[in-house]
Nanobody, 115 residues
Framework: QVQLVESGGGSVQPGGSLRVSCAAS????????MGWYRQAPGKQRELVAA???????NYADSVKGRFTISRDNAKSTVYLQMNSLKPEDTAVYSC?????????WGKGTLVTVSP
């Protein structure tokens, strides 16, 4: 079955950097669009960034110029490099893909940005 496992979350000060990873299994990874979402306390989940099979990318306006999504098809892994982090970036970050009309989610990894 499809499994998505995130890692790399943690605590960082404002202005710092962090990279989160999502390892996928159970799918032909290279043909799927992968997305990173986040959900902050008391807020709805939102799309942060997505990367297609041809490595085209799109970003939420709030993270453009600070975050970079990338993928390594050989490792079936998608990354989110987060720079210039702000307290408002604090959230649980989850990766997502859709296969056969079904959305698959990882359990998420917590990113906390505070002084």
């Amino acid at each position: 079955q499809v499994q998505l496992v995130e890692s790399g979350g943690g605590s960082v000060q404002p202005g710092g950097s962090l990279r989160v990873s999502c390892a996928a299994s159970g799918i032909m990874f290279r043909i799927y669009t992968m997305g990173w979402y986040r959900q902050a306390p008391g807020k709805q989940r939102e799309l942060v960034a997505a990367i297609g099979s041809s490595k085209t990318t799109n970003y939420a306006d709030s993270v453009k110029g600070r975050f970079t999504i990338s993928r390594d098809n050989a490792k079936s892994t998608v990354y989110l490099q987060m720079n210039s982090l702000k307290p408002e970036d604090t959230a649980v970050y989850s990766c997502n893909t859709r296969s056969g009309g079904v959305d698959y989610w990882g359990k998420g990894t917590l990113v906390t940005v505070s002084p």
